[in-house]
């Protein structure tokens, strides 16, 4: 396996939410390269990601649409980050 080094520069107070991310990750390597895939919208989807979206579901976390109560589905709306993560499964 080959390994190619980047470097880039962070300006410690306009990148400072960046910064804070970067301190509080294990691997920040890892981290970096997750966050730019799921900026191209390469992100992984795992079916631990998808069953986790469901439960979340079924336990009302989500933004409730406009005319209906907290916990309830807009209509036959998805929440966006539920159909985004479905959407990138490729399904």
Known sequence: MSRQTVTFVL???RDRDIV??????ENKSAAIREAIREH??????T???VYEAVL???QGHWVAGSGTEAGEPA???EPPDVAAALDSLGV
């Not at 804070?20 to 990750?25: I, P, R, T």
């Not at 191209?40 to 989807?45: I, L, P, R």
């Open 40 to 45: 191209q919208g390469h992100s992984t989807v």
């Open 56 to 58: 979340e579901l079924r």
């Open 47 to 49: 079916l631990a990601d």
């Open 11 to 13: 300006d410690t107070e």
């Open 75 to 77: 209509g036959n709306e």
């Open 20 to 25: 804070h991310w970067l301190e509080a990750q």
